[in-house]
Each structure stands twice: as structure tokens, then as C-alpha cells.
């Protein structure tokens, strides 16, 4: 071989070494650091062919909208998702729920959850993938909230020789009122894990944007249902009747002295009634009326003296009429919610992985809302941090609340959410790592 020849061969295997490593290098998640595996990953999921794939599913998930405990359609949905992916998971597990995983299958372990069912409602939405199914409907997001966990699944998956341990995916059941983050818990499948997230899409921050808070977010909710039993009769002869529905009438304006009389103003405290059901006529005092509401409380305490008034107030009230109360909290059907507390550390740390990816001035400091979440069952169990990722498009008309017939999802959101996942599952095991390396979990495993 030539003198010539052989510098260019020697030439070409140098520059075709230096690309492989510029290539390799480039594709590593913490080749600049940690702090760019946020941007990382949302890039990865703000490509074409990624976007267009979450929404389609998400699309899917949306035209076929299940209960509670019902979700047989969508946990189907997910898990050939994860077959797809090669991630491993447990189904059934809390009825209709699914558990994946990612990473090496041994300890540290962090989990991120997303909520499967819709709501008991029609959609009033024109467009072309309306629900399917009337009177049920995704109301809140959770169509969004599990396509954006799939999408941090694949995200994860693609990188899974980086983890430095495992991620736990938790397809969640029954959030609305059903408790499956209770039934998750009690199963034993979240036993090992650190830490858990999880997101929820909200109308009250712009695209790019997300909110949470240290300490207490959400309030502790209870259900409360009561049966007013009278004597009927003709309603133009009251005095030979007993009349419930005054009874009830008295009993609901009673309520509402709960909290504007006997609770501190600055502890904010919720009692509504929103159903009131009773008589068929228009001339008929009927023999008995239901009513049903909810309370909430930031404290346990606080909880626990608004469920005794609660049931003081209906049956007392009702006994001042000469009517007969009895007080269902239907603690089995709808069981009660703690409040949704965040830990300290964790909400230092979604802000740290938050702001690297959508920059500091993007994270908005919210007050605590007198809503509830579930999510609060994994707080109880392990330490747990749950923040809101905006999707507000400021160029258009604002965007119905949640639980609202007119409620819409922007979609462009869901890189935001499934990279926002992917980065604080991949960044939490990185620094647990990094801040105790000589730790071991080798006893620790699947």
C-alpha cells in the first residue's frame, strides 16, 4: 500500500472512530450532566413520529371512556402498549390496574402513576372523537394521564441501560371516588419503592408551564348520604302529614354553619349538598327524601369533627321535625381521602428537574385547593410529591375546568408530561446513586 493510501485509511478509520464516539456520546442521557436529561428527554418526545403516537392513543383512550374498577378496554389498551415496548408488568392487580417495570429489576425503586378511569357524565364536545359511550365521558384528563405515562414507559425504555435501578409504572383504577390507590397500596406491589409522582393536567397554566407546593396541596374528602323519613300525604292537608322535605331543607341550611360557625376561618373547611332527591308530584308530600354532599379538610382533625357534626346536625334537625335521619358515609363504595400532602425534599426536587427542563421561571407556586386526589393513599405509604402541568393555549378562548361536559384536552401537552415522568424517575435513581454509592440493594429485587 502506498504512503498516500495508507494515511487515508488511517485518516478515514480516525474520523469514523471520532463520529461512533460523538454519536454514542450524544445519545447518552447524562453526557453534559444531569441537568440536561430533562431537555433530553423532552426533545425525544416532541418528535413526529412520538407525538403522533401518544395521540393516538390518547384518541383512543378518549372515544372509549370506563368507570371505576370497569377499565377492561383500557388496561387491554396499556398493556399491549407495554407488550410492544418489552416492558414486563403484573395484571390484574387492584381489580383492573397494571404494573410495569423498567430498569434493572433490583432496588433503589421509584414509581410514577397515571389514573385510568373517566366519569359518569355525557360529552357535550363536537368533534371527531367524541366518547363513544353515552353518559361516561373523560372529564379530568386521565385519558391524557396514562397516554403520558406510556409515553415516559417508551422514553424510559429506550434509555433502560442508563437506570440505575427500577421504575415502577402504576396504571391506577378508580381515582374518581372509587379509592384504587388504596387497593394499590394494600396489594403490596409499591412495598420497596422511595418515592412516587405523579402529574395532573390543568386549564390554569399556560403550555410549558407547571405548579405544586411543599406540604399540604389537595384537602381530605369524605361522601356523606342521608335518608329523611316523614309520613306523607296530600300537600294541601300539611298537618296530617310530616313532611321531609322541610326536614331536609333545615337540615342543609344547618350544614352550612359548620364551617361558617364552628370552624377556624383559617382552616378552610368544605360542606356542599349536591343532591337533593325527593316526591314525584307536584301535590304529594312524599314519605321520605335523600340528600348526599361532600366535606373536606386540610386535617385529620379537623376531618374527623366535620364527620361527627355532620351526622349530628341531620339526625337532630331531622328529630326537630318529628322525621327519622340515618347517615351513610359510604366508606366502602366511596372511601375517605387524606390530604394530599407533598414531601419537602421530593417538591425541592421536582422543582430542581422541572426548571431544567422548562426553565425556572415556568414553575408557578399554587395555594392549596379544597380539591381531593387519591394519590394521597401513596403519601400515606411512602414519601410522594404530585404537581399539575399547564396546557392552556393562550391563543385560544380558555379551556373548560375539569369535570365539565365542555372539558378538552390540548395535546401539545403530552411531551411535557411524558418527559417531565421520565426525567424525575431517571434523575431521582441517578442521585440516589450519586449520594450513596457504596449502598447496596443487591437483596432488594423483583
Not at 386521565?142 to 415502577?168: C, F, N, P, R, S
Not at 381530605?220 to 322535605?245: N, Y
Not at 376561618?265 to 354532599?293: C, R, Y
Request: hydrophobic share 40%; aromatic share 8%.
Amino acid at each position: 500500500m502506498s504512503f498516500c493510501k495508507w494515511v487515508s485509511f488511517v485518516l478515514i478509520i480516525h474520523l469514523l472512530n471520532s463520529s461512533q464516539i460523538s454519536s454514542s456520546s450524544s445519545s447518552s442521557l447524562t453526557s453534559n450532566g444531569f441537568s440536561q436529561i430533562p431537555p433530553k428527554f423532552l426533545a425525544l418526545a416532541k418528535r413526529d413520529d412520538f407525538f403522533d403516537w401518544m395521540v393516538g392513543i390518547r384518541r383512543r383512550i378518549h372515544e372509549n371512556p370506563e368507570l371505576g374498577y370497569e377499565e377492561v378496554e383500557t388496561s387491554r389498551l396499556v398493556r399491549t402498549e407495554l407488550d410492544k415496548m418489552g416492558v414486563s408488568y403484573k395484571y390484574p392487580v387492584a381489580v383492573t390496574g397494571v404494573i410495569g417495570y423498567v430498569g434493572t429489576g433490583q432496588a433503589p425503586f421509584v414509581a410514577l402513576r397515571a389514573d385510568m378511569d373517566a366519569l359518569a357524565m355525557q360529552e357535550m364536545v363536537e368533534w371527531e372523537h367524541k366518547s363513544k359511550v353515552p353518559g361516561k365521558m373523560h372529564a379530568c384528563g386521565h385519558d391524557a394521564h396514562t397516554t403520558m405515562l406510556l409515553g415516559a414507559a417508551k422514553l424510559l425504555k429506550e434509555h433502560q441501560d442508563e437506570l440505575q435501578g427500577t421504575v415502577i409504572l402504576v396504571f391506577q383504577p378508580a381515582e374518581e371516588g372509587g379509592g384504587g390507590a388504596k387497593k394499590i397500596v394494600e396489594a403490596g406491589v409499591l412495598k420497596e419503592v422511595s418515592a412516587i409522582f405523579g402529574l395532573h393536567v390543568t386549564n390554569q397554566l399556560s403550555l410549558g408551564q407547571v405548579s405544586s407546593r411543599e406540604g399540604p396541596l389537595l384537602a381530605g374528602s369524605g361522601f356523606f348520604e342521608a335518608k329523611i323519613s316523614g309520613k306523607g300525604g296530600h300537600a294541601a292537608l300539611p298537618q296530617h302529614a310530616i313532611d321531609p322535605i322541610l326536614a331536609a331543607s333545615n337540615v342543609i341550611v344547618s350544614l352550612q354553619h359548620l364551617v361558617s360557625r364552628e370552624a377556624d376561618p383559617l382552616d378552610s373547611q368544605v360542606v356542599t349538598v349536591a343532591k337533593f332527591e325527593g316526591g314525584g308530584a307536584f301535590n304529594v308530600i312524599p314519605d321520605s327524601v335523600t340528600i348526599g354532599g361532600t366535606f373536606r379538610a386540610f386535617s385529620t382533625k379537623s376531618f374527623t369533627q366535620l364527620k361527627k357534626r355532620i351526622e349530628q346536625v341531620i339526625t337532630r334537625q331531622a328529630s326537630v321535625h318529628m322525621c327519622n335521619a340515618t347517615v351513610d358515609f359510604l366508606k366502602e363504595e366511596k372511601p375517605f381521602f387524606p390530604p394530599t400532602v407533598n414531601d419537602k425534599d421530593l417538591h425541592m426536587f421536582f422543582k430542581n428537574v422541572s426548571g431544567d427542563m422548562l426553565g425556572t421561571q415556568n414553575y408557578v407556586e399554587m395555594q392549596p385547593l379544597m380539591g381531593s386526589e387519591d394519590f394521597s393513599f401513596y403519601q400515606e405509604a411512602m414519601p410522594g410529591h404530585f404537581s399539575f402541568v399547564g396546557m392552556q393555549n393562550e391563543a385560544h378562548s380558555p379551556m373548560a375546568s375539569p369535570h365539565s361536559p365542555y372539558f378538552e384536552v390540548n395535546e401539545d401537552l403530552l411531551p411535557y408530561g411524558a418527559s417531565l415522568h421520565a426525567s424525575m424517575a431517571t434523575r431521582y435513581l441517578l442521585d440516589l446513586k450519586t449520594s450513596s454509592p457504596n449502598k447496596s440493594y443487591q437483596k432488594d429485587e423483583l
